[in-house]
């Protein structure tokens, strides 16, 4: 758990520091909420200037991947995740719609077979 940084409305004297310790995607979250982002930085100069700002020894900053890829090499990135998902456990790769949870969506292992059309998809 880290504190982030919120990227300012100004120039980079203005990013503002997220003195909580929060997951990355819950410090999105919270600058998201504040009509702001995590930071991004595309300079040295950029990147002295988060470090002025910052009052911690690290803060998530804006970069991030996002592993998920459609197998059809469409672009979209729209997310429909259940509720604590994913949570990207050992092997969970691939992804569910579960039509019991509203077509919300779960990673779950690959190799996860459906043998009675439903079981799998509960799981973690
Ligand atoms: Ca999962």
């Known amino acids: 758990m880290t504190p982030?940084?919120?990227a300012g409305?100004?120039?980079s004297s203005s990013h503002f520091y997220?003195?909580?310790t929060l997951s990355w995607r819950d410090a999105r979250k919270h600058c998201r909420g504040l009509s702001s982002d995590l930071v991004s930085?595309?300079?040295a100069e950029e990147s002295e200037a988060v470090?002025?700002?910052s009052l911690s020894p690290n803060v998530w900053i804006g970069l991030f991947k996002d592993r998920w890829e459609w197998s059809d090499g469409s672009s979209s990135s729209?997310?429909?995740w259940k509720p604590y998902q994913p949570n990207y456990l050992k092997g969970q790769d691939c992804v569910a719609a579960v039509f019991s949870e509203g077509g919300k969506w779960n990673d779950l292992k690959c190799r996860a077979a459906f043998e009675?059309?439903?079981s799998a998809a509960a799981t973690l």
């Open 9 to 11: 409305h100004g120039d």
């Open 18 to 20: 997220v003195a909580v």
């Open 41 to 43: 930085i595309s300079s």
């Open 116 to 118: 009675d059309g439903r």
């Open 4 to 6: 982030g940084l919120c």
């Open 51 to 53: 470090r002025n700002v």
């Open 78 to 80: 729209f997310r429909d």
